[in-house]
């Protein structure tokens, strides 16, 4: 135990981030990394020297690594979510210019969407929903579970290995509450800055009685910040950078309400990278093709959107891909009609365009992907009877979860010859970037319903990737 002791004085800043139940698991990350990177300070066994720790150079250079943990607020759902994280990775981006910094996928959970009864949904890792070797083929990110315990160190190694990394410590961690300026924009003039202040908002976060900060860190309750600030930002992700690199001293920053940020370039190449990098999870994708292949005779080689799991090698010429032969739908309802929204249409009217569109392109079938309750999907079910919709059982929702039903829709919708989704829904504007990687023809693409009596009903705005 002595060995512990010496390692716990080094790594001391580590503990706060953790129970004493996670301690011995931090120092399984400590042992597995160092076995990859530095194997002349390890004996046979892998057991790691604690005393020069402190002295060796491994570890010099280890404590320069630096992680980025965010979180978005709680109200927002699944689809703003991953366009945070794309103003998240192009911020570390910045950062890597300056120093190893790492962003840590914060897990999903506690959404407002998610209400499939009995199931549990929290602490979902990004794998369960995306193929985080994608995404480190763009960034290097880490599960929040590798983070805190190093369980997955193959993983850990594979990062480490791509990015020359040395995950030797998990240091503390510093909470930055994002808020916007209470004055809001002075004298109406637009200004990048960003200033502490004090809290605007009632504070989401509490001391406890050893004083470190307890509030939601994604459902990990042993999870504390050292300590907690408000700061008012106005500007694009990377205006954080400076002071995250001269201001803070911690290894670990966590930004809460990250979405305060603005993308650092909308649309540009970086922009794009990473939502290219932003592959669907394999399983999911398996389960969207059986499905279009099973009920709407749609194959990646008549359709022409043969996919590339490697985002880096997938550049498909636009209007090179066909679609299945049907109509793809997303009809958002819930919030959306509940603010009597003048650009969301009644089902009458919806249906009336959705047969309209299946004339007009000779699609005989129609995929809807909707989240309306049970009440108005049987009112749909009686005004437009052929289409079809991916219904996961018990069993599979369990599984899947919320999030993965949603990607399968949303994988489906991706695949269609022709594609009409809901005005300023981020649900729709994913698929329109999905269907964008895949090569489709815009004008099959950007279309969205009218509200039954909208005025000038413009259409969404196509977004060209940079490659
Ligand atoms: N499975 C499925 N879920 C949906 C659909 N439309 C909405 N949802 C759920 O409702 C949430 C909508 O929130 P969000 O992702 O923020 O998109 P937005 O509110 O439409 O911009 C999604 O994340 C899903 O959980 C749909 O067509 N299919
Ligand atoms: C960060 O540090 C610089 C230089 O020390 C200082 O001028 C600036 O006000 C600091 N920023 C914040 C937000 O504290
Ligand atoms: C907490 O953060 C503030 C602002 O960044 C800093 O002035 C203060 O010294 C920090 N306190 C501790 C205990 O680290
Ligand atoms: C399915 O698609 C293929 C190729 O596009 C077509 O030849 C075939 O007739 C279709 N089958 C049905 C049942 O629609
Ligand atoms: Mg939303």
New binding site residues.
Partial sequence: MWEMAAVRRTLHPALLWLSPGKFLAVLNVFLLTLTAVRADVLSEDGAFRAGQSATSPAAAVARDVRYLLYDVNPP???????DVYIRMASLVKTLRNHGDWVLVLPPWGR????QSPDIHQVRIPWSEFFSVSSLQANVPVVEYEEFIAGEHSATLRDVQRRFQLLYVEQASASVLVLQNYAEGWTDGKWEEKVDERPCVERLMYSRDKQGYYRGWFWGYEETRGLNVTCLSAQGHASILAPLLLNNITSTSVMLDRAETLLHDHYAGKDYWDTRRSMVFAKHLRIIGDEFRAKYLNSTDEDDRTVYNEDWTRLKAKLGSAKGGPYLGV???????IWGHREDVPSLKGAVKKIRSLMKKYKLERVF????AVEEELEELKRMLPEMVR?EPTWEDLELLK??G??I???WI?THARYFIG?A???????IHEEREILGFDPKTTYNRFCGDNEKDCEQPTHWKIVY
């Fill in positions: 927002e759902g699944f689809n703003l979510r991953r959404l407002y969407h998610w997303h009809l958002r309802r819930k919030d959306f809807v992907a909707t989240d991916f919320d999030g039903v949603a399968i829709d949303q919708c809901t300023l829904s981020t649900f729709s504007f994913r």
